[in-house]
C-alpha cells in the first residue's frame, strides 16, 4: 500500500483510540519514524499532510534533513552520544531521547550557540530492561528538575519505549507507569513542563492512547518493513 494511504489509515486508527478513551482526536500527534528510508518517502509522507517525523541515527539524518528542505518537524528518537550533541541541536527541532544530564548540558550550550531553543523530553527506561536507553524511573525527578533549568531547552514530557509483547495490551501497565510518573514530576516543575507523552510504536500504538500518549511514534506501519545494510 501507499504511504498515503498507510497515513489515513494511521491516522484513522489514532482518532478512534482518542475517542474510544474519551479524548479527542487533536491530543495525539502522530510521528512519522522515517529511520532507514530515503528522503524520497519522507516527501511522499509530506506531501500526503504529515508533517512530523522521527529519526533515530545521527548520520543518515545529516544527510536525509537536508535532502527533503524545508517544511517537516523533525524528532530525535534515538540513543544520542553527547559528541553528537552539536549536529543534532542544528538539525533536529526536538530531541526525546535525553537520558543523561551531561547528554542535556551538551544540547543546551549547542542551542545557545546557534541562538535557538531545542525542545527536550526525558526517555525513561520503564520496562527496567538493561539493552535500552533511558533513566531509570527513581532518577527521572532529579533529571527533570536540572533539565528545567536550562536556559536553550524547553521540556515538554517524557519518552518511554516499553519491552515487545506479542500482544500490545500488556505494555499498558508500562504506560500507565509513565503517565503516573509525569503526573508525579509535573508537580515540582514549571507548567507544561510534562504536557507531553510520547508513547506507543506500529504494533502497540493504541494501547498507549488509552493509556494517555500525546505523541506516537510510528514507522513500520507507515513506511514498511525496514532493510538494514
Ligand atoms: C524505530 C522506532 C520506532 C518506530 O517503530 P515501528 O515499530 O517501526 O513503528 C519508534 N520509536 C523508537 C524509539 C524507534 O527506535
Not at 504511504?3 to 483510540?17: D, F, P, Q
Not at 536550562?150 to 515538554?156: A, K, N, P, W
Request: charge should be positive; charged fraction near 20%.
Amino acid at each position: 500500500m501507499s504511504i498515503a494511504v498507510n497515513l489515513a489509515l494511521i491516522t484513522a486508527r489514532i482518532a478512534a483510540a482518542a475517542k474510544a478513551s474519551g479524548r479527542k482526536p487533536e491530543q495525539v500527534r502522530l510521528v512519522a519514524v522515517s529511520k532507514t528510508h530515503g528522503p524520497g518517502a519522507v516527501k511522499e509522507a509530506l506531501a500526503a499532510g504529515q508533517i512530523l517525523f522521527g529519526e533515530n541515527y545521527v548520520q543518515e539524518a545529516q544527510d536525509k534533513i537536508p535532502a527533503v528542505g524545508p517544511g517537516p518537524s523533525w524528532h530525535f528518537i534515538g540513543h544520542l552520544q553527547s559528541n553528537k550533541a552539536k549536529v543534532v541541536a542544528e538539525l533536529f527541532d526536538v530531541v526525546q531521547s535525553v537520558d543523561r544530564l551531561k547528554l542535556a548540558k551538551a544540547l543546551d550550550r549547542r542551542a545557545g550557540e546557534l541562538g535557538r531553543k531545542l525542545g527536550v523530553l526525558l526517555q525513561v527506561n520503564v520496562g527496567g530492561e538493561a539493552q535500552k536507553s533511558g533513566c531509570a524511573p527513581a532518577e527521572a525527578a532529579n533529571l527533570a528538575q536540572e533539565v528545567a533549568k536550562l536556559e536553550h531547552l524547553e521540556l515538554t514530557g517524557l519518552m518511554t519505549m516499553p519491552p515487545f509483547f506479542d500482544d500490545p495490551q500488556r505494555a499498558r501497565p508500562l504506560f500507565a507507569q509513565l503517565r503516573e510518573l509525569a503526573v508525579r514530576l509535573g508537580r515540582d516543575l514549571p507548567e507544561g513542563a510534562m504536557r507531553h507523552l510520547s508513547m506507543g510504536m506500529s504494533g502497540d500504538f493504541e494501547a498507549a492512547i488509552a493509556e494517555g500518549a500525546t505523541l506516537v511514534r510510528v514507522g513500520t506501519a507507515i513506511f514498511g518493513q525496514r532493510e538494514y545494510s
